[in-house]
C-alpha cells in the first residue's frame, strides 16, 4: 500500500483515492466514499467483512473507533492550508447498539468550527478543539457516538514573533 504523502494533494477527490489505498484503512474495511471540494464534508463507511466483526458478529469496537480516527485531523489539516499542527489528541466512543451489517458516518465542519479554531491560535497558543460524530447503520440508527479531540497549533515558523 502507499504511504501518505507529506503534502496532500491538491485536490479533494485525490486525497479520498489516496486514502481509500493506505493501508490502515484499506485493511480495516474502511472507505471514505465522499469527501467535499472544500474539505468541510466527508463521509465514510466499514463495510460488513467477517474480519471487521467480534465473536458475537456484530461489528468490532475498534474497528468502529478507527473509522472515525482520522476524518477530522484530515478536514484540518486541509482546511487550516498546511499552516498548523494537527493531531488527534483524545478520543471516547459510546458504543450505544451492536452493529450487525455495514456502517457508516457524516462528518463536517462549519466555517463556524474553522473560524474559532482560527482565532484560538492566532497567537500561536495550543488549541483543542471537539468534534462529535455518530456512526450508524443502513437503517439510519445510532451505532455510536465518537468525540473526537484534536490538538492544533500553528506552525513556528508562522507563530507571531
Known amino acids: 500500500m502507499l504511504p501518505l504523502p507529506k503534502k496532500m494533494p491538491k485536490t479533494a477527490n ?8 493506505w ?13 467535499s471540494d472544500d ?11 467477517p474480519f471487521t466483526k467480534n465473536p458475537h458478529g456484530a461489528q468490532f ?4 473507533f478507527a ?3 482520522p476524518i477530522y485531523a484530515m478536514m484540518c489539516n486541509c482546511l487550516l492550508n498546511q499552516t ?12 450505544i447498539k451492536a452493529a450487525r451489517g455495514e ?4 462528518c463536517q465542519i462549519s466555517r463556524k468550527e474553522i473560524d474559532e479554531i482560527l482565532s484560538a491560535t492566532a497567537s500561536g497558543e495550543k488549541h483543542f478543539p471537539q468534534f462529535t460524530v455518530r456512526v450508524f447503520d443502513e437503517n ?16 513556528k515558523e508562522f507563530r507571531p514573533q
Open 39 to 49: 474539505y468541510t464534508h466527508c463521509r465514510a463507511t466499514l463495510k460488513n467483512w
Open 84 to 95: 498548523h499542527y494537527v493531531w488527534d489528541k483524545e478520543a471516547h466512543i459510546d458504543f
Open 140 to 155: 439510519n440508527e445510532t451505532i455510536a457516538i465518537a468525540t473526537r479531540t484534536l490538538y492544533v497549533r500553528l506552525k
Open 61 to 64: 469496537g475498534g474497528s468502529l
Open 67 to 69: 473509522l472515525t480516527d
Open 103 to 106: 456502517v457508516y458516518l457524516d
Open 14 to 21: 485525490r486525497l479520498r483515492h489516496r486514502l481509500n489505498l
Open 23 to 35: 493501508s490502515p484503512l484499506f485493511f480495516a474495511g474502511i472507505k471514505i466514499t465522499y469527501l
